[in-house]
T-cell receptor, first 112, second 115 residues
Framework: SQKIEQNSEALNIQEGKTATLTCNYT??????LQWYRQDPGRGPVFLLL?????KEKRKERLKVTFDTTLKQSLFHITASQPADSATYLC???????????FGSGTRLSIRP | EAQVTQNPRYLITVTGKKLTVTCSQN?????MSWYRQDPGLGLRQIYY???????DKGDVPEGYKVSRKEKRNFPLILESPSPNQTSLYFC??????????????FGPGTRLTVL
């Protein structure tokens, strides 16, 4: 069965640095890959979508890359701020089925 | 305001007592889905629905039922809850215009405890 691994449970970085989160998957490449932000006690909030034929997507300070050869997506937050502290989830969507598979998330902490 | 609502937000019940968690969206979305979230396991899909009267199993459907009689509502039913169904549950919806690539909007969550 498909497995997703997000690089680490927790990541701590200094304010102003770039945070890089990793999402690795096994087996088949998804048609879409999404990144979400989740704050404690709240539902996930959609951030970015990247399609299998796209290599990179940007939105303000956020950047997502998608490498189907490495079976990996990287999620970058540049000029990180304490307000970026949250758990970030990646999700894989396959066009052959309607299931959506989430990773377990990486808890990001930005220290001032 | 575009939103997904869930009720109740918190529920403590006992083993075997049937319960229903409601989910409603006001965005005319075709796709709706239920997830459970457990520490260390992330979000796991329970059931999803592509449209009215069309439902299918996700990764962890055992012990759950759903129905989609109207486009806006997608209730989650636990016929005989057990303690291993203690979890945080999220409902989500999206359009299918982009063929599943579209944003999923999540509800606020329902924290269920089964004693």
């Amino acid at each position: 069965s498909q497995k997703i691994e997000q690089n680490s449970e927790a990541l701590n970085i200094q304010e102003g640095k770039t945070a890089t989160l990793t999402c690795n998957y096994t087996n088949y490449s998804p048609a879409y890959l999404q990144w979400y932000r989740q704050d404690p006690g709240r539902g996930p909030v959609f951030l970015l979508l990247i399609r299998e034929n796209e290599k990179e997507k940007r939105k303000e300070r956020l950047k997502v890359t998608f490498d189907t050869t490495l079976k990996q997506s990287l999620f970058h937050i540049t000029a990180s701020q304490p307000a970026d502290s949250a758990t970030y989830l990646c999700a894989l969507l396959y066009s052959s089925a309607s299931k959506i598979i989430f990773g377990s998330g990486t808890r990001l902490s930005i220290r001032p | 305001e575009a939103q997904v609502t869930q009720n109740p937000r918190y529920l403590i019940t006992v083993t075997g007592k049937k319960l229903t968690v409601t989910c409603s969206q006001n965005m005319n979305h075709e796709y709706m889905s239920w997830y459970r979230q457990d520490p260390g396991l992330g979000l796991r899909q329970i059931y999803y629905s592509m449209n009215v009267e069309v439902t299918d199993k996700g990764d962890v459907p055992e012990g759950y039922k759903v129905s989609r009689k109207e486009k806006r509502n997608f209730p989650l039913i636990l016929e005989s809850p057990s303690p291993n169904q203690t979890s945080l549950y999220f409902c989500a919806s999206s359009t299918l215009a982009g063929q599943l690539g579209d944003t999923q909007y999540f509800g606020p969550g329902t924290r269920l405890t089964v004693l």
